[in-house]
């Protein structure tokens, strides 16, 4: 399976690559630090603070399943998708 990392920018949304219906959505475990330089030398931010990652499984037709991960990008220490 192919892992194709999506690098955003500065903007604060979530481009995913396919088109389909959401079948499960939930909170990934372990741990996820930052190795953003800018946070890392901040001496406003911690680095180890834990960022949160989220799974949608989502169901197209053209690829079957796909297994979305988001991962918030630097000095984001949570997402929330509603």
Same mark, same amino acid.
């Given at each position: /399976?192919?892992?194709?990392?999506?690098?955003?920018?500065?903007?604060?949304?979530?481009?995913?690559?396919?088109?389909?219906?959401?079948?499960?959505?939930?909170?990934?475990?372990?741990?996820?630090?930052?190795?953003?330089?800018?946070?890392?030398?901040?001496?406003?931010?911690?680095?180890?603070?834990?960022?949160?990652? /989220?799974?949608?499984?989502?169901?197209?037709?053209?690829?079957?399943?796909?297994?979305?991960?988001?991962?918030?990008?630097?000095?984001?220490?949570?997402?929330?998708?509603?």
């Amino acid at each position: /399976t192919p892992l194709v990392p999506l690098i955003t920018g500065p903007d604060h949304g979530f481009h995913v690559p396919v088109s389909g219906v959401i079948e499960k959505f939930g909170d990934v475990s372990g741990s996820l630090y930052t190795v953003n330089p800018i946070a890392i030398n901040s001496k406003y931010c911690n680095e180890f603070t834990e960022n949160n990652r /989220t799974l949608a499984i989502i169901s197209t037709s053209e690829f079957g399943k796909v297994h979305f991960t988001q991962n918030p990008l630097s000095l984001h220490a949570a997402l929330e998708v509603g």
